[in-house]
């Protein structure tokens, strides 16, 4: 299983970015799918998750109602779609995948994801 992270960028606060994540592999759909990111000198920080049907989600408190997963188990992919962007969300974002994660659940921990993508920055400027 390999992940490619990108779409990240720099822009200004209020700014919208949509991060791609596309898995290489078999099946994708037995993964549930994370995404995590880690700003510099701190922990990485769980940002949100996709159960393997794309039923069920879960957000940290701090991009609830700004950031959205979506996934195409067809095309193998899975979208993190963030609005209304803070200087706080500034931070390398990663996408991992857990195959142990249950239909409609995934994990907050990172160490319960098997694999993990390279991380694409996103730098929002105030």
């Known amino acids: 299983v390999q992940l490619q992270a990108s779409g990240g960028g720099l822009v200004q606060a209020g700014d919208s970015l949509r991060l791609s994540c596309t898995f290489s592999?078999?099946?994708?759909?037995?993964?549930?799918m994370g995404w995590f990111r880690q700003a510099p000198g701190k922990e990485r920080q769980f940002v949100g998750y996709i159960s393997r049907n794309g039923v069920g989600t879960a957000y940290t408190d701090s991009v609830k109602g700004r950031f959205t997963i979506a996934r195409d188990n067809a095309k193998k992919t899975v979208n993190l779609q963030m609005n209304s962007l803070k200087p706080e969300d500034t931070a390398v974002y990663y996408c991992?995948?857990?195959?142990?994660?249950?239909?409609?659940?995934?994990?907050?921990?990172?160490?319960?994801?098997?694999?993990w993508g390279q991380g694409t920055q996103v730098t929002v400027s105030s």
């Open positions: 991992a995948a857990d195959n142990t994660a249950s239909t409609y659940s995934g994990s907050r921990y990172y160490n319960e994801y098997d694999y």
């Open positions: 592999g078999r099946a994708f759909s037995n993964y549930a």
